[in-house]
């Protein structure tokens, strides 16, 4: 077919599309973690019952289990992440690195760092591309804020997908829509100043300079 009936980046809880709005900027790589704030269990106090955890499991525990919390659950949401990672990247590689970018892997960062680093290629691609809503266009990215010239793709957009690009005193350097056929690819210029879009769920980076 047209490919106008794929699915969206899969949700954290295995749905088809993203459970909520997309935030305003990819919470994988460089965002904060979610860990609840207040005192947490002492590294050498956490142990599962009947058994002990590995040196990366501890680094994972490290500062992440409240006081009186069962180390194993916060453990469980760590090793749930890696295999979601796992399971989206074997079936399609685009779709485990957009839901990294919408946010839809609980504490995938951390997760990466100490349980699965194999799939720290992931979390790399992610930090590269951006979600839904309005950027700067800067020599340098900031997740959420801004982001940097070069060549760009949506790979499961949605059927309102709409972007467009603005360059220096308002003018529209490019703009467009998509509702069947091949999927958005984009440059954003050198000379842009802001981009926008909506629709589109994720835009993954194809490299380049713009």
Excluded at 54 to 80: F, H, I, M, S
Excluded at 180 to 191: D, H, L, Q, R, S
């Amino acid at each position: 077919g047209d490919g106008g009936d794929r699915k969206r980046p899969a949700a954290a809880d295995g749905g088809t599309g993203p459970a909520s709005a997309p935030p305003a900027g990819p919470s994988a790589p460089g965002a904060p973690e979610a860990v609840p704030p207040g005192p947490k269990e002492p590294v050498s106090e956490l142990s599962p019952a009947g058994g002990s955890f590995t040196e990366r499991e501890k680094k994972y525990l490290t500062d992440r289990v409240p006081k009186g919390n069962d180390p194993a659950a916060v453990l469980q949401t760590g090793q749930e992440s890696c295999d979601r990672m796992a399971y989206l990247v074997r079936h399609d590689r685009d779709m485990a690195v957009s839901s990294l970018i919408l946010g839809e892997i609980a504490d995938a960062g951390a997760a990466a760092d100490h349980l699965c680093p194999k799939q720290k290629p992931l979390l790399e691609d992610a930090a590269a591309g951006f979600p839904d809503g309005t950027f700067r266009v800067a020599g340098k990215r900031e997740a959420g804020k801004a982001i940097t010239p070069g060549r760009y793709r949506a790979p499961s957009p949605g059927e309102d997908c709409e972007w467009r690009i603005i360059g220096k005193g308002g003018k529209k350097l490019g703009s467009g829509s998509w509702s069947k056929g091949a999927k958005p690819e984009i440059t954003v210029p050198a000379g842009a100043r802001e981009f926008a879009g909506t629709g589109c769920y994720a835009w993954l980076s194809e490299g380049g300079k713009g």
